[in-house]
């Protein structure tokens, strides 16, 4: 090979290589999962991961010069989401390739994330000939302004803190399903508990905004 074509060969691989190191922080994937829920504060991310300020804004440096992030600004306040369609797309690529390959995570996943009662989660091709019919209430127990930004058609926002005080909202003669952030997200199982105690037929989605978005199945938006 000429010195002239590796050169280009090796200029091609540095470019790709720029999105390896954009997210080789555990910290900057899941500030990409949260960004795919809808566009954030830097003081609404640093709270949702448990970062310093300073060290938000530091990952989210890197996230827009690799040009994964993007900004707008509304008055002192900087506001992040994902720079493109195709951002959301790689990242639940990424996440399912990591637990199809490493045994470690799926454990992880089992211990920390399944449902209480040993039940699978609910499928979402049934799930979406269900709500059609009108057999099973839909919830989205994230908070309110991530439902606002996009959530799954015929779903119902009701925050995991305001669960309980809106019970009587939610009818007792057809079953539940409770979605929120993704496989890795507690707030559907924290929904689960609460409503099976109280006598609900109650099963979880796994799926997040983000993974119907990226099959092509039908979301709503608010704002």
């Given at each position: ?5 590796r ?12 999105l ?22 830097v ?24 040009r994964l ?23 639940v ?47 989205d ?22 669960l ?13 399903v ?46």
């Amino acid at each position: 090979m000429s010195t002239a074509k590796r050169g280009t060969k090796d200029a091609l691989y540095e470019q790709l290589a720029r999105l390896g190191r954009a997210v080789s922080s555990a910290k900057r994937l899941e500030v990409i999962d949260l960004l795919s829920q809808g566009e954030k504060s830097v003081e609404a991310i640093a709270e949702a991961a448990d970062l310093t300020i300073g060290n938000t804004s530091a990952h989210l440096k890197v996230l827009k010069s690799a040009r994964l992030a993007a900004t707008r600004k509304d008055g002192h306040y900087v506001y992040y989401r994902l720079a493109h369609p195709a951002v959301s797309a790689f990242w639940v690529t990424f996440r399912d390739l990591a637990n199809e390959q490493y045994a470690e995570l799926r454990e992880l996943a089992r211990q920390h994330f399944a449902d209480p009662d040993g039940l699978a989660p609910v499928d979402r091709k049934e799930l979406v000939k269900r709500l059609r019919r009108g057999e099973v209430t839909l919830i989205d127990v994230r908070p309110a302004d991530e439902f606002a930004a996009a959530h799954i058609a015929g779903a119902v926002s009701i925050p995991i803190e305001d669960l309980r005080k809106r019970l009587g909202e939610i009818p007792k003669n057809k079953d539940v399903v409770a979605y929120c952030r993704g496989p890795y997200c507690v707030y559907a199982l924290e929904a689960l508990t609460v409503l099976r105690r109280r006598g609900y037929r109650a099963s979880r989605l796994e799926d997040s905004v983000n993974d119907w978005r990226v099959a092509g199945l039908p979301l709503q938006h608010e704002a």
